[in-house]
């Protein structure tokens, strides 16, 4: 998602914001080879075999095709993306916008657009800190700005110092955007490879880097909010997941099904798609790999695993958490894959 994009995304909504930030450059040293002329090319960090491999190492993916995953929520299936274990603290990053009395963005500056500039980061995965979940911190240009490359913070703090951009203002909101290698692809609807989305360019320390975008949130807490997932197993048994047992209970020729269920759904007010994953166990019934159906299962709604609040004593034999906290956004819901 590059910043036209995003602000498809947040078409229709007003981000209403108390004032404009400090600015983050008042002391900066002068470093004008930070701002590159209009139509540079910033060199990818994937091409740098070291950085690469630290990257890859760090991403929390198992495999680059990140394939939707199903699982359960309040009686329907539902489908899923597992991103691996993540930071729900939000780490800033920088946009350009362009004062705009019809855009997206409205401060009481003014309201603003994004340019066609990639979002600036200042860490990815392996970096100290590093989050998916992404404040967003939006840099007005001035009629000095003449679509100058800045692929830094370090180059914004010179942008700000030359009078490219105007003090920045921080907005109430962060976004999930997880970073991968280039090659990465998000499937988009169940086992259908072609619909797979390759991801989108955003400048990191003066280096191309590429994310994928899902679920912007209101958050001005420091961190977004964490809804359980169950991973449920039937008393002195696996999980009943095929991915985790690398078993096809359904037969459908793959093994992404389980018979996890999800409290929260997109919606809910507490939905971020970060989640903490608890261990079920619960007596004996029809699951997934009894029913040989994704979709069928007598026990499909996270609520069936309580009584007023508590485990229900004639269901739920044991909760616990793993102590693992995972980014999991959930798709709602595609379209079936065409045959």
Same mark, same amino acid.
């Given at each position: 998602?590059?910043?036209? !994009?995003?602000?498809?995304?947040?078409?229709?909504?007003?981000?209403?914001?108390?004032a404009?930030?400090?600015?983050? !450059?008042?002391?900066?040293?002068?470093?004008?080879?930070?701002?590159?002329?209009?139509?540079?090319?910033?060199?990818?960090?994937?091409?740098?075999?070291?950085?690469?491999?630290?990257?890859?190492?760090?991403?929390?993916?198992?495999?680059?095709?990140?394939?939707?995953?199903s699982?359960?929520?309040?009686?329907?299936?539902?489908?899923?993306?597992d991103?691996?274990?993540?930071?729900?603290?939000?780490?800033?990053?920088?946009?350009?916008?362009?004062?705009?009395?019809?855009?997206?963005?409205? %401060?009481?500056?003014?309201?603003?657009?994004?340019?066609p500039?990639?979002?600036?980061?200042? $860490?990815i995965?392996?970096?100290?800190?590093?989050? =998916?979940?992404? %404040?967003?911190?939006?840099?007005?240009?001035t009629?000095?700005?003449?679509?100058?490359?800045i692929?830094?913070?370090?180059?914004?703090?010179?942008?700000?110092?030359?009078?490219?951009?105007?003090?920045?203002?921080?907005?109430?909101? %962060?976004?999930?955007?997880?970073?991968?290698? =280039?090659? $990465?692809?998000?499937e988009?609807?169940?086992?259908?490879r072609?619909?797979a989305?390759?991801?989108? *360019? !955003?400048?990191?320390k003066?280096?191309?880097?590429?994310y994928?975008s899902?679920?912007?949130?209101?958050?001005?807490?420091?961190t977004?909010?964490? $809804?359980?997932?169950?991973?449920?197993?039937?008393?002195?048994?696996?999980?009943?997941s095929?991915?985790?047992r690398?078993?096809?209970?359904?037969?459908?020729?793959?093994?992404?099904? +389980?018979? &996890?269920?999800?409290?929260?759904?997109p919606?809910?007010?507490?939905?971020?798609?970060m989640?903490?994953?608890?261990? !079920?166990?619960?007596? &004996?019934?029809?699951?997934?790999?009894? +029913?040989?159906?994704?979709? %069928?299962s *007598?026990?499909?709604?996270? $609520?069936?695993?309580?009584i007023?609040?508590?485990?229900?004593?004639?269901?739920?034999v044991?909760?616990?958490?793993?102590?693992?906290?995972?980014?999991?956004?959930?798709?709602?819901?595609?379209?079936?894959?065409?045959?």
């Amino acid at each position: 998602m590059n910043l036209v !994009a995003f602000s498809l995304l947040c078409a229709g909504a007003a981000w209403v914001l108390p004032a404009c930030i400090d600015p983050l !450059a008042s002391d900066a040293v002068e470093r004008p080879e930070l701002v590159l002329a209009a139509g540079s090319e910033l060199p990818d960090l994937s091409d740098d075999p070291i950085k690469r491999a630290a990257l890859d190492r760090a991403d929390g993916l198992d495999d680059d095709y990140i394939a939707l995953r199903s699982a359960f929520a309040r009686g329907e299936r539902v489908w899923y993306w597992d991103l691996g274990p993540a930071s729900p603290a939000p780490i800033p990053l920088y946009m350009l916008v362009l004062a705009d009395p019809q855009g997206v963005f409205e %401060t009481r500056a003014g309201r603003f657009s994004p340019l066609p500039h990639p979002p600036i980061f200042d $860490a990815i995965p392996g970096d100290p800190g590093y989050s =998916p979940w992404w %404040t967003a911190v939006l840099w007005p240009v001035t009629d000095a700005y003449a679509d100058q490359v800045i692929g830094s913070f370090a180059a914004m703090d010179e942008a700000f110092r030359q009078g490219l951009v105007s003090a920045s203002i921080r907005l109430p909101m %962060t976004i999930n955007c997880p970073v991968v290698l =280039p090659e $990465a692809r998000l499937e988009k609807v169940p086992g259908d490879r072609l619909s797979a989305a390759e991801p989108s *360019e !955003a400048y990191y320390k003066g280096t191309a880097v590429y994310y994928f975008s899902f679920d912007v949130i209101d958050v001005t807490d420091p961190t977004v909010p964490i $809804a359980p997932v169950y991973t449920v197993r039937r008393e002195g048994g696996e999980p009943l997941s095929e991915p985790w047992r690398g078993v096809d209970f359904t037969s459908d020729g793959d093994q992404l099904d +389980s018979n &996890d269920l999800f409290a929260q759904v997109p919606g809910d007010a507490g939905y971020s798609g970060m989640v903490e994953l608890y261990d !079920a166990v619960v007596t &004996d019934g029809e699951f997934i790999d009894r +029913s040989g159906s994704d979709a %069928t299962s *007598e026990l499909d709604d996270a $609520a069936q695993l309580f009584i007023d609040g508590e485990p229900d004593p004639t269901r739920t034999v044991a909760l616990q958490s793993e102590g693992v906290i995972v980014n999991r956004p959930i798709r709602t819901p595609p379209p079936e894959a065409t045959p």
